[in-house]
């Protein structure tokens, strides 16, 4: 069974950063594209960055410069360094495949609030 688990989340005030990590099981890891996404109330969960699995990367212009998203393919993880974060980039952060998540599963997501 296809298990992702965020962390790393919280508050921080404007202009300070968070690190994201998502531990991932349960599937041929290595060699999907990997990506994290967020989600506020009553809007569509978005991709904000992406790693493919040699490790190009791509990012929503909204956190472009900001954002850096990596992985470990022996530890089966992805990470996301957010820095200089601002009040819009409150939301619940999740990581799947992408364009389309892995089967039917999310996880729990990770809360980060930037208060201003």
């Known amino acids: 069974q296809v298990q992702l688990v965020e962390s790393g989340g919280g508050l921080v005030q404007a202009g300070g950063s968070l690190r994201l990590s998502c531990a991932v099981s349960?599937?041929?890891?290595?060699?999907?594209?990997m990506g994290w996404y967020r989600q506020t109330p009553g809007k569509q969960r978005e991709v904000v960055a992406a790693?493919?699995?040699?490790?190009?990367?791509d990012y929503a212009d909204s956190v472009k410069g900001r954002f850096t998203i990596s992985r470990d393919n022996a530890k089966k993880m992805v990470y996301l360094q957010m820095n200089s974060l601002k009040p819009e980039d409150t939301a619940v952060y999740y990581c799947n495949s992408v364009p389309q998540r892995i089967g039917p599963y999310w996880g729990q997501g990770t809360q980060v609030t930037v208060s201003s």
């Open positions: 790693i493919t699995s040699m490790g190009s990367t």
């Open positions: 349960g599937t041929i890891f290595s060699i999907m594209k």
